[in-house]
């Protein structure tokens, strides 16, 4: 069955730092990847989409890589802050209307 | 504001009880979404909209019961809920399968 992996466990990092996140999947070949913000008590905003003829894709502090050949996204942010603080959650889409997503990464930006 | 509203943002109900989640888009999309979240998770897709024809129902329980009356509006209808029910319960829309837009949720607790 299709499955997304994301690390369960939080990331803690100091201000200014990269965060790097990780996304694998299995059992699929996602047409496209999104990556979603969401905060305690309210519900996931998009933040960037790649397309799988797309190595890497950025806006502002972010940067998206995807590789089909390992099954893996990774999800820069740099010069982090604080206000990054949230939990961050990948979604293979192989098109269509079912999008699923992974369960998050935790980030906490220690100021 | 998301663009998505979800009304109430809190309900608390027995198990007996009957209940609606209500949800409106105001960003012209024509996919409409209900997602549920519970803790520590991932995003559950239960059912899925298109110009309100469903598309989509990822072997959801009778008990809850979608409704879709128009492009704009989703709601979910409760009966009968058990207390493993007791989650956030997202809608979200989109234009045809980009990026979803979703709504801050509604908090549901069944005891």
């Known amino acids: 069955s299709q499955k997304i992996e994301q690390n369960s466990e939080a990331l803690n990092i100091q201000e200014g730092k990269t965060a790097t996140l990780t996304c694998n999947y299995t059992?699929?070949?996602?047409?496209?990847l999104q990556w979603y913000r969401q905060d305690p008590g309210r519900g996931p905003v998009f933040l960037l989409l790649i397309r799988e003829n797309e190595k890497e894709k950025r806006k502002e502090r972010l940067k998206v890589t995807f590789d089909t050949t390992l099954k893996q996204s990774l999800f820069h942010i740099t010069a982090s802050q604080p206000a990054d603080s949230a939990t961050y959650l990948c979604?293979?889409?192989?098109?269509?209307?079912?999008?699923?997503f992974g369960a998050g990464t935790r980030l906490f930006v220690k100021a | 504001e998301t663009g998505v509203t979800q009304t109430p943002r809190h309900l608390v109900m027995g198990m007996t009880n009957k209940k609606s989640l209500k949800c409106e888009q105001h960003l012209g999309h024509n996919a409409m979404y209900w997602y549920k979240q519970s803790a520590k998770k991932p995003l559950e897709l239960m059912f899925v909209?298109?110009?309100?024809?469903?598309?989509e129902n990822n072997s959801v329980p009778s008990r809850f019961s979608p409704e879709c009356p128009n492009s704009s509006h989703l709601f979910l209808h409760l009966h009968t809920l058990q207390p493993e029910d007791s989650a956030l319960y997202l809608c979200?829309?989109?234009?045809?399968?980009?990026?979803?837009?979703f709504g801050n949720g509604t908090r549901l607790t069944v005891t």
């Open positions: 059992n699929y070949s996602p047409a496209y």
């Open positions: 979604a293979p889409n192989t098109g269509g209307f079912k999008t699923i």
């Open positions: 909209y298109n110009f309100k024809e469903q598309t």
């Open positions: 979200a829309s989109s234009f045809y399968n980009s990026p979803l837009h």
